[in-house]
């Protein structure tokens, strides 16, 4: 008796925040995602060779936990068979943000283009439940002439890329 | 040091290529986040702790690559890949590998 009653409190719980949690993402995802449009993340492998560029290297990454809703509809779904979508929403917003975080990176460069973006997942069993990690990394293109122009993001780059190699 | 995840740089020159370097690091949290990302999976969310977590190992596991590069005398690394695996709940593993060369500008 008491473990029902647990399993609908829980269930409860995993719906409302769940659910809450995931619009509110949504939507502060699709707020971000239009203020970085101007950031065209590409995944060719050739950068272009008529602008003079400075290469850095740039990643974004996240874990996202499932929900006990989420993860309870997915187990039922997994018995019919189908798309299970409370996962596949997850997913989406994992990657969406971790893209987002990339190109944050790639603004302090003053970067213009992110090329040769990849995108990593990975399953991180916590309990019963799983969250998820998505790591996405690129190299983001900074053209010369804006870093003759901006001294201040110069100085930025040079700290970020010392503290990789204190050379 | 230039790390980049591209295999062609324009304004370079690979002069020499001098091999795979790696570097790897598996790090993990203690019980408290570990037990409260457990209570935050019933609600689903970000779990802080644990990005946090990633963000540590990726910036050690390329300090070690850079390490590696510099010991063998490269000065720059291309074609970079990342991979994270799950060792175990709450430890992860991230593991950096590239090809360690020596550049020459054109």
Known sequence: ?167 | MLISNLEILPDYRIVKHIGLVQGSSVRSKHVGRDIMASIKNIFGGELEGYTELLHESREEATARLVTQAKEIGANAVLNVRFSTSSIAAGAAEIFVYGTAVELEKT
């Open chain 1, 1 to 167: 008796m008491i473990e029902i009653g647990f399993f609908l409190v829980f269930m409860t719980c995993g719906f409302v925040f769940g659910s809450l949690a995931e619009q509110r993402h949504f939507k502060r995802i699709i707020q971000r995602e239009k203020m970085m449009n101007s950031l065209p993340v590409v995944a060719s492998r050739y950068p272009p060779e008529d602008v003079a560029y400075h290469q850095h290297l740039v990643a974004g990454s996240v874990v996202v936990a499932s929900d006990y809703f989420k993860s309870f509809t997915a187990g039922l779904v997994n018995i019919f068979g189908g798309s299970v979508t409370p996962f596949e929403s997850l997913l989406d917003r994992g990657r969406r943000e971790a893209i987002l975080r990339m190109k944050d990176e790639a603004k302090i460069c003053n970067a213009e283009l992110i090329f040769n973006v990849k995108l990593e997942t990975t399953r991180i069993a916590t309990g019963r439940a799983g969250a998820i990690e998505v790591l996405a990394y690129g190299t983001a293109m900074t053209p010369v002439s804006l870093l003759d122009v901006n001294p201040t993001t110069l100085a930025a780059i040079r700290k970020s890329a010392s503290s990789q190699t204190d050379s």
